[in-house]
Antibody
Framework: EEQLVESGGGLVQPGGSLRVSCEAS????????MSWVRQAPGEGLEWVATIVQDGSEKYYVDSVKGRFTISRDNAKNSLYLQMNSLRADDTAVYYC???????WGQGTLVTVSS | QAGLTQPPSVSKGLRQTATLTCTGN????????AVWLQQHRGHPPKLLFYRNNSRPSGISERFSASRSGKTASLTINGLQPEDESDYYC???????????FGGGTKLAVL
């Protein structure tokens, strides 16, 4: 069974850092682009970042450039999002999604608040 | 990064047909196609259609997708109570090298 399982969310103070992870199983992880998409409470979906299969290309939404870093470890079937200099408007459920948004994890909630 | 345009809400009666629209531009919908996602409250999004308008296995044939120029459309025939949900479109945008989303359409089945 194909699965994407996010972890690492939690409460962090403004200016703080957090790393969220996404572990894949049931498919060949290294064959796919992977993305992070977030959803603020009561709001719509917002793309955050995408990484190609071998990690050589990474793309970010303007609002997180210089603060967030997407990475992957194909040997561990895992995707990561390192988030630094967090702000209140980064509060959201963070989902990992495969390829053309064809498969999603359950999400992990990141709350930025003092 | 500008997003795609979707009507915020659509209301239709049981067993009627609903058509949801999604408008972008030549950098996204017109040349890359759009994906359609369904999201029930408290759940992650689920893919309804790939960008080539093909349906993943398990998606009801009551759902269909099409595209004309910069506008993509999702049609749901024979509306059922379980179709009441939020629907999002998205497309890869070659001008920003990223996914752009519509604001979502809340479909009410009366």
């Amino acid at each position: 069974e194909e699965q994407l399982v996010e972890s690492g969310g939690g409460l962090v103070q403004p200016g703080g850092s957090l790393r969220v992870s996404c572990e894949a199983s049931g498919f060949i992880f290294s064959d796919y682009w992977m993305s992070w998409v977030r959803q603020a409470p009561g709001e719509g979906l917002e793309w955050v970042a995408t990484i190609v299969q071998d990690g050589s290309e990474k793309y970010y939404v303007d609002s997180v450039k210089g603060r967030f870093t997407i990475s992957r470890d194909n040997a561990k079937n895992s995707l990561y999002l390192q988030m630094n200099s967090l702000r209140a408007d980064d509060t959201a459920v963070y989902y990992c999604a495969r390829d053309d948004l064809g498969f999603w994890g359950q999400g992990t909630l990141v709350t930025v608040s003092s | 990064q500008a997003g795609l345009t979707q009507p915020p809400s659509v209301s239709k009666g049981l067993r009627q047909t609903a058509t949801l629209t999604c408008t972008g531009n030549s950098n996204n919908v017109a040349n890359q196609g759009a994906v359609w996602l369904q999201q029930h409250r408290g759940h992650p999004p689920k893919l309804l259609f790939y960008r080539n308008n093909s349906r993943p296995s398990g998606i009801s044939e009551r759902f269909s997708a099409s595209r004309s120029g910069k506008t993509a459309s999702l049609t749901i025939n024979g509306l059922q109570p379980e179709d009441e949900s939020d629907y999002y479109c998205s497309a890869w945008d070659t001008s920003v090298n990223g996914w752009v989303f519509g604001g979502g359409t809340k479909l009410a089945v009366l």
